[in-house]
């Protein structure tokens, strides 16, 4: 390859990262859902738990046990607060 070519590469891939820069500037919308993510949120078992992480905490054992040991009125004052 001739100098020129790997001068014309060398500005092209400049070019591509001024580029990328300015895109990743406007992006705005990965950083909602990371911050939707984060929000804490309430199980239907009462406990606060991360948006992000409400999957995992279903499988655990302190939501199971929660479950087991509820009452009906424990049930309506979690209801209440997650309308809230």
């Known amino acids: ?6 001068i014309n590469i ?5 070019k591509k990262k001024e580029y990328m820069k300015e895109y990743d500037k ?3 919308r990965p950083l909602y859902y990371q911050e939707q ?4 949120t309430f199980c239907f078992c ?3 738990v991360n948006r992000g ?14 479950l087991k040991n509820q009452t ?13």
């Open 1 to 6: 390859m001739s100098s020129e070519n790997l």
């Open 26 to 28: 406007d992006r705005i």
């Open 46 to 48: 009462g406990c606060l």
């Open 53 to 66: 992480n409400i999957y995992l905490h279903l499988t655990t054992k302190k939501h199971e046990e929660t």
């Open 10 to 14: 060398d500005l092209k891939k400049e």
């Open 72 to 84: 009906p009125e424990n049930l309506l004052t979690i209801q209440e607060s997650i309308k809230k």
């Open 37 to 40: 993510r984060k929000e804490k």
